[in-house]
């Protein structure tokens, strides 16, 4: 299992998003769980390094992407972006 790296970008959106969506940490420990097992399932940007994780609607958290790289040590994860309606 690799471990879970969250880049200062990354706190930045989720202590934000956190003011309007209770649960979001919860849903956080499941992308968390993910991608920790399997970061290599999910799509890369063309041309990059950068995947991303697009988390369905759940609980009382909107659809949104969640980006990050990885290697075979560590995942972090950069930025969570809520998808408009």
Known sequence: MR???????????????RLSYKRLDEAMEAVGFALCRHP????VVLGTHISRLRLSACLDVPESDVWFTYDGQYVRLLHIEVLPE
């Open 3 to 17: 471990e879970i790296i969250e880049e200062e970008s990354f706190k930045r959106c989720v202590a934000e998003l």
């Open 40 to 43: 290599e399932i999910f799509p």
